[in-house]
């Protein structure tokens, strides 16, 4: 388990520590400040029936992250994943929507390895997944959580999403959308030159735009572009992460858990989705053992 210095010195007490967490511990400051608030949505929102509906009839499959993070540790403490033997590493989007899901599960295994950038794609990469395997306790296992994210708003417009503080309901995920724009540019012949091509200064959204070029068809095609865009990216993301843990599985400890999926952004009032594409587990020589998936339906 690990902690932020600042909690530490407000927690005091070695028994007080032992119960700390990231999302569910609140802690009263002189200033009246609730320590904690702002980490997570998870506690503030509430369950809206009319609204889950809406969010699984639009994504079937989908079950809110609560419900997510319920399943997954049960599932993996089967298998003898604890707080303490387990690393959590995260490969999702760089907007604050998406630390939502790594909430829910640093509120268990502690604070997350960042393997993510833009849109989810693991742009750590292969140097990033073996400094992240090499802080594995010993003798011990791995959760990495990866996937894209999507948007909806309460009516069910799918690509926006009502963010705290922010009176226009705001395109999610950008990046993606970004890249889609730039990718519809392509395939119907309106793309402009951009001098600034491949840019360092904007390589992460450089790279979207590279690893979404294989969908131009099926997005055009899409009944709905916003609903079919993060399967697309998770398609993409699913090859380099394969790729990536494929590299690396040598350094796989005791197991490894990889939990793909499109995480789904919901107001501030609400609660969140995952839609699980993927829960695989390999075993310590690096081989996929187990298809999980069925645990989490
Ligand atoms: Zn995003």
Not at 135 to 152: A, F, K, Q, R, S
Not at 204 to 216: D, H, K, T, W, Y
Not at 277 to 296: A, I, K, S, T, W
Request: hydrophobic fraction near 40%; proline fraction near 4%.
């Amino acid at each position: 388990m690990k902690i932020s210095v600042a909690l530490l010195a407000l927690v005091g007490t070695a028994e007080a520590f032992q119960a700390a967490k990231p999302t569910n511990r609140r802690i009263s400051t002189s200033l009246n400040i609730l320590v904690g608030d702002k980490l997570s949505k998870g506690k503030m929102a509430k369950e809206d029936v009319a609204f889950d509906k809406l969010v699984k009839s639009s994504f079937p499959g989908a079950i809110s992250n609560k419900e997510l993070a319920i399943r997954v540790r049960d599932v993996l403490d089967g298998k003898g994943f604890t707080p303490k033997n387990t690393l959590l590493a995260t490969s999702v989007c760089a907007d604050e929507l998406a630390r939502e899901l790594e909430d829910e599960f640093v509120a268990i295994y502690g604070t997350n390895f960042n393997l993510g950038g833009l849109a989810g794609f693991p742009f750590a990469g292969n140097t990033g997944w073996g400094a992240m395997s090499a802080h594995v306790p010993d003798n011990g296992y791995c959760l990495t959580i990866h996937g894209p994210h999507v948007g909806i708003t309460k009516d069910g417009l799918i690509g926006k999403v009502e963010r705290s503080g922010i009176a226009l309901v705001d395109s999610c995920c950008g990046s993606a959308i970004a890249a889609s724009n730039y990718l519809k540019g392509i395939t119907e012949g309106t793309a402009t030159i951009n001098p600034r091509i491949q840019s360092f200064s904007d390589f992460q959204q450089g790279a979207v735009q590279e690893l979404i070029l294989p969908f131009g068809k099926r997005l055009a095609k899409a009944e709905d572009r916003m609903k079919e865009l993060p399967y697309a990216l998770y398609d993409s993301q699913e090859v380099l992460v394969n790729d990536i843990v494929n590299t690396g599985k040598a350094s796989i400890k005791k197991g490894l858990a990889v939990l793909g999926g499109i995480q789904i952004n919901t107001s501030p009032d609400t609660f969140d989705y995952f839609h699980p594409l993927r829960f695989d587990y390999y075993d310590e020589n690096g081989d996929l053992v187990e298809n999980m998936l069925p645990y989490l339906k």
